[in-house]
């Protein structure tokens, strides 16, 4: 008795799936031995790259502080330092330990023996400059000088100008007129001496090094030489007059020359200059050849993946090899029963298909009862079924050949299968297009609502230094002298201060582009903020022309800052590109409770690689200096809150045309009536 068709074929599946199934096991097997193999390796490489970034992070941790110490006054803070020094430290050697046990090979153990050496090399030269920088005497003699020096030049250069003015007075009063003229240009000189020397003082704490510092501590050896003596010549004329005061100037002037004596023996000492020069001229070479030593390390380590990979591919071209074979015997044996199946299934098919091929070629005479009898039997309705099957299917193909190039006007009534395909098709195309539009606007707003996060920290960052650093800048100019504050000096603190105030201006535009508040929703004319915008613009420009097409008046509700903020960015870059003698163009409609505007220029468009990138914050084709990037994100951003779209496209006839789209009154905000806000829950517009 043969078996029926569908049990054959049962059974040759069944056959071929656990074929397979047991390849799949095996493959499984040997594949997660493997894995597991090339698991532990990447593991341990992992750890190696881990440990090696902690060594680096640490060892530059502790040169960080040590450089922190050598800026800094006050003790507690030095020791803090101290302290993170001591635990970076610590975390150095834990990382050297933890190495030690995953270092595979002889090559390997050498380069970490030269990693510690390096490392021992750096740790005492942080050591070394964290105990110079501790003593810290540039830093305390600039403090001496500032907090102690000034106050007594002020006292001396006050007692010095009483007792020229007494002089003065005394000479106007008449007698002694020679003898007391020499008094005067002996005060007069003394005075000139003093601040001369308080000049060289304050040039000393400047010094960059060593030799400078010889040579202010000459010139100011040579002028208190000279001051004292001026001062001993002055006391000889004076012959025991003006006792008081002399008397007052003698005391402060011992008490100024004590101070800044103080001041020049912690300036000789230079304990911050060493402790940079140290970390400079050791410390970084140093550092520089224990991160090449590191480099090495870690090609090391990847020449052994590598030849780990290598092992694992030829035991895994071993494991393909069986898995092939097992997979090959699985389908020679499934072709075999296939084969057998498909005769036997062919056999009926080829009846079925000379029967149908006889009927098409009219080779079968139909009378009155054997036609019908024909129509209703089975290879008469095969027939009949396929050549209905055939008009559907040509029917189909034409609606979806008219969907496939956009035409979304077809109308198809739905009485088969095939016509509610067609709909569905239709109302798929709709939804993509749709979808797509609103995934590209979802992926530009969170974009820019993560990058305008970003921008609110780095804006509240950067304005604190910029205060310290405008502070610090005024600070300079008052310490400094007149005299110094000219020529080279002068022009670099002005572009101090001009690269401040930039940079202000930039952070500035960053917080405006953050900004997630609610609008301030008012009613206002549209055509009136346009119209003062424009002649804000016009007052500084004369090329290019701007043109304004609107109505007289155009009420809205809306926050009438932020839409002029839009305005007045678009017009700004449409004057910026616009060349000298062109028009600039700004159209207003309301359109069906819609603001619809548009401001196109004449300049030379947009590159189309660059016009998607254009709402991207801080993206730019203008000059360094003359923007950052973000006037149209922030347009993009206030229109997103007023419920409007913007699009921006070259014209045809050139240049760009920039197009807005938002309601006149934004969906649930409220409808303003005799200066009274109604909430008007199902929106408008």
Known sequence: MALSIRVRLYSGFSFLLLCLLVSALLAVSMLGQLNERVNLLVEEDMEKVRLVSLLEKSLLGISNA?????????????????????????????????????????????????????????????????????????????????????KVMAQAETALDQLVRQME??????????????????????????????????????????VRIEQFLAKIAENEQALLQEHQTLL???????????????????????????????????????????????????????????????QSSEQLMHAAKEQSEREFRFATWVLSVLF????????????????DVNRGLMWAVAKLEAVSLGEIAFSGDEKEQTATDEFGRLRLAVKRLVQAERHVVDMA??????????????RSPQDRLLNAMKQLLTALRERSELRRMLIVAEKMSGIGQFAVRVAHEVNNPLATASMGLHNIRLLLPAELLQ??????????????????????????????????????????????????????????????DLPETLQMVGDRVKIGQVFRNLLQNALDASPAGGTVRVMVRLEEGWIRAEVADQGSGIAPEILPKIFEPFFTTKSTGLGVGLGLPICYSILRQHHGMIEVNNAPEGGVSVTLRFPVRPTGIGVYTDDKLVTDANGGG
């Not at 007698?175 to 003082?201: I, P, S």
């Not at 004596?261 to 224990?290: C, F, I």
């Not at 050949?401 to 739905?414: F, G, H, K, N, Y």
């Open 487 to 548: 020529g080279k000096l002068e022009h670099r603190l002005r572009q101090v201060e001009g690269n401040i105030l930039r940079a202000t201006r930039v952070a500035r535009e960053m917080l405006a582009y953050s900004w997630s508040g609610q609008p301030d929703w008012q009613p206002f004319d549209l055509s009136d903020e346009l119209n003062e915008i424009l002649a804000l613009l016009q007052v500084g420009a004369s090329n290019p022309d701007i043109v304004l």
């Open 328 to 343: 090959g015997l699985s389908v020679l044996i499934g072709v075999v029963v296939s084969w057998r199946i498909a005769r």
């Open 66 to 150: 040590g450089r922190s110490i050598i800026l800094l006054i006050e003790q507690d803070e030095m020791m803090h330092f101290a302290n993170e020094m001591a635990c970076h430290a610590e975390q150095v050697r834990r990382a050297l330990d933890q190495l030690q046990l995953r270092v595979l090979g002889l090559e390997e153990r050498r380069i970490l023996q030269r990693i510690e050496g390096l490392v021992a090399e750096v740790l005492t030269i942080d050591l070394e400059v964290q105990r110079v920088g501790m003593l810290n005497s540039n830093i305390r003699a600039a403090q001496l000088a500032e907090q102690q020096g000034q």
């Open 236 to 298: 000889r004329k004076l012959a025991g007059e003006y006792a008081a005061g002399v008397a007052r100037w003698e005391h402060i002037l011992q008490e100024y020359l004590a101070i800044f004596r103080q001041v020049r023996q912690l300036s000789q000492e230079m304990t911050n200059l060493r402790a940079t020069r140290l970390s400079h001229d050791h410390g970084w070479p140093l550092m520089v050849r224990l991160r090449a030593e590191l480099q090495v390390l870690m």
């Open 169 to 210: 007075g005394d000479l106007e009063e008449g007698g002694l007129h020679h003898r007391q003229e020499e008094r005067l240009r002996a005060g007069r000189t003394l005075q000139r001496l003093l601040k001369t020397l308080f000049n060289q003082e304050l040039n000393l704490l400047l010094a960059p090094d060593e």
């Open 401 to 414: 050949e008219r969907l496939a190039q956009d035409d979304l006007s077809i109308t198809v009534q739905e």
